[in-house]
């Protein structure tokens, strides 16, 4: 080949910053399939209808070509998979069991009522910059409080946020495709997931005994219609909801930040009217998504995808970024602009495998996004573009400094 | 028409709507999006503004919603002139003028008709009148229901196992209420998604403690010598003590105000074309009448061309949408209505949703899930090809099924799909003979031919 590889753009570093390029070129051939590599579906419409079609699984028991790390049973070393991992009926049963201690029908204000304790962190957080003139926004404010949020939610304590961390890195590590090639950073995703199951089992045995108000409790108790979770699927969903339910979140709240800099007007609009902040976060999911692809999905039969054939067991790239850009569906994509009619995106995936935390996410970054306009007095980015992480699939600045004259 | 004349017509004609809900205001909102700026008329028999119908057979019932409070939100200014709390009762064609209930005339140059449907009385007018014999269509059946309701009635009595009938047997058993259903066919919903399916619903309705009689009908109410209605007399002999009944029977169109108006209106709707311009009794197209929602009937070309009756939420939206834009254009701008049906209902913890024309299918295979958990995706098959599809608690898939409707897949489903069971062959979908009155199915198959043979034209008496 006389160009570089796509896949390779797609991941490679030095595109972080401003990947939507690469992605532009990728619509070109709507169905990439180079050489041994996935099949990487990029336009809106086709990624729309894969996330609803029952012939795409999500389990890797039906990849013809699986990684180490992603076929491992309960008999194996690490945790059985979890419900982002599995397929209807045990990915049903074991969401709606997680979503009776989270969402409607069963729990419907559970996130609305934590809507003064987000607030209050977010203060705090602000508050706590005191004299600084000066900070990172992804240290100071957008991964605290998501942490802060998470820990509160599960029951886990905050102060453990330091042994988590070193888990959950590489566990977050190992889902970038770029790493993945690795069989060490396998095997350390591996390690450290079976190392963070092993300790929110600690939690989950005290909750088990003594039930308190969060979702721990709720997981290792719960009795529905759908019966018990195992011990080994509480765990497994734990490690779950705990890693993305914030990692995702950092990024969006950063994401959001650093957009609202670069596109001022809004910025001050928000700080006018903190009512704007549903339609700016939904036009971030659109044009600045925290999850840029999803790279796990296969098909469990021969499928037909504009005239390509995507033989049964292939693995499937879903480019939700890509989408997100695609002039088929949006007027003028690459636009910022929180007033377009129709605020769509594929930021929160679709179908059965749609964001489980989506409504606590969305009010995360609209809080802290308003709360950080209304109370930064003439915030400014210090270096544009920020330092990326290394991730392509988790994307999102890993330091954001900003300068600004003080707080109201 | 002249570029000039449509000019005219958009700048300074009059519109007139007859019927004041969800097609109408959406209609009117479509009108004024696009342009129109001459003078708009609504004209509804309810006294209210366009209101919401939905919830009022769910979380009204169960006083999670005021049925005062589910008006529809105004998408724009519509700067109409409203004519609330008073019917049209006469069409003249040719003079272009509605007559009203209070003997005003109104003249148009466009006419939209959206006059719906209404609950089917009992058919016997003395036991119909009854205290405590209760129709659901309107916001003030749903709050008389209501108050009912929670007065806690002995036994509530629904005749008709249709969706209505059945979510406010849900929601009485949500309310803990005892309640009898009875239902001419074999199992609950089978008019609109067929014996298999029905069997799902029979379950679920037992299991939930409702007292379910099919291959009945009810021969009679009984009132005490207060006027209130005492007892259900049943086909069966079975007399059924019950202080509440919910004639729940299905619907009849509004179109007998347009008796003798010459369109091409009946029992079954007004004919109209995939533009949405009625038909008159001839079956030649109008080209100044226009219908839209629960009271038109027109061709679909993904059914057979088929004139399909749909009562469904999103299908008065969509067709309002596109009479209103046709109404102020002309050839080659006009666009089609082409929507795909569908429609959701919930009961007993369930959400139903259905896409496509179920009652086409001759056969189903549940592709996905199980009919023993109540959670699956059942698909319908007719002539070889996909016609339809419902899901329990499985609404995420149904996109998938609406695009192999629409490119008339085959069928049977010939390719595997995640969670497929044992039970996923296909079998004969087992709906009733649709010559046999029953609750009426939602959607209605009204034939092929724009003007009925046995239309017989009676002119009026003017």
Known sequence: MTHPSMLRRITDFANRANPYPVYEELRKTPVLHEEDGPFVISSYYDIEALLHDPRISSDAVNLVDPGEDEVSGPEATGLPPSFIRLDPPEHDRLRRIANSSFGPPHRPRRIENMRGELAEIVSGLIDGLGDAREIDLVDEVAYPFP??????????????????????????????????TSADSERTAQEARLQLGMYLNGLVEQRAKEPRDDMLSDLVNSQG????????????????????????????????????????????????????????????????????????RTCITDIEVRGVTIPKGSRIWLALAAGNRDPERFQDPDRFDPDRGDLQHLGFGSGIHSCFGAPLARLEAQIALSELARRLENPRLVEDPPPYRQNAVLRGPRHLKIAFDGLR | MSADHLG??????????????????????????????????????????????????????????????????????????????????????????VRLADGDEVEYDRLLIATGVRARPWFKEDEARLDGVCLLRTRDDADDLYQRLKAGPRRVFIIGAGFAGSEVASACREMGIPVTVAERAGAPLVGALGGVIGAVATGLQTENGVDLRTHVTVTGLEGDATGRVRAVHLSDESVVEADVVVVSLGSMRNTEWLNGSGLGAGPRGIACDAGCRAFDFRGIVTDDVFVA???????????????????????????????AHNMICDGADRRPHLWMPAFWSSMFGVNIKSVGVPPMGEQIMITQGSLAERRFVGVYGYKGRIIAAVSFDNTRWLEFYQRQIERGAPFPVEFPTVDRRPEGRPVDADFPDPSLPTHGPMITLSGYSPADQQLVFHPARH
Not at chain 2, 28 to 50: K, W
Not at chain 2, 71 to 95: F, N, Q, Y
Not at chain 2, 311 to 317: C, I, K, P, S, T
């Open chain 2, 293 to 323: 929602g629960d009271v038109a009937r027109s061709p679909h070309a993904l059914f057979g061309y088929q004139f399909l009756s749909l009562e469904h939420w999103g299908n008065a939206v969509a067709q309002a949408q596109t009479a």
């Open chain 1, 147 to 180: 942490v802060t949020v998470i820990c509160r939610l599960l029951g886990v304590p905050r102060e453990d946020e330091p042994r988590f961390r070193a888990w959950v890195d590489p566990i977050v590590a190992g889902l970038d495709p770029d790493t993945r």
């Open chain 1, 225 to 296: 219609p759908d019966g018990a979770m195992t011990t080994m699927e509480v765990l497994s969903t734990s490690v779950l909801l705990l890693i993305a339910g914030h990692e995702t979140t950092v990024n969006l709240i950063t994401n959001g930040m650093l957009t609202l800099l670069r596109h001022p007007e809004y910025l001050r609009r928000l700080r006018e009217d903190p009512g704007l902040s549903p339609k700016i976060v939904e036009e971030l999911l659109r044009y600045e998504p925290p999850v840029q692809l999803l790279p796990q």
């Open chain 2, 8 to 97: 005219q017509l958009r700048r300074e004609g009059r519109i007139v709507i007859v019927g004041a809900s969800l097609a109408g205001l959406r209609a009117a909102e479509t009108l004024r999006a696009e342009g129109f700026a001459g003078e708009l008329t609504l004209i509804g028999d309810e006294p209210y503004e366009p209101y919401d119908r939905p919830p009022l057979s769910k979380s009204v019932l169960l006083g999670k919603a005021s049925p005062h409070r589910t008006d529809l939100p105004h998408r724009r200014e519509i700067d109409a002139k409203w004519r609330l709390g008073v019917a049209a009762t006469g069409l003249d064609l040719s003079a272009k003028r």
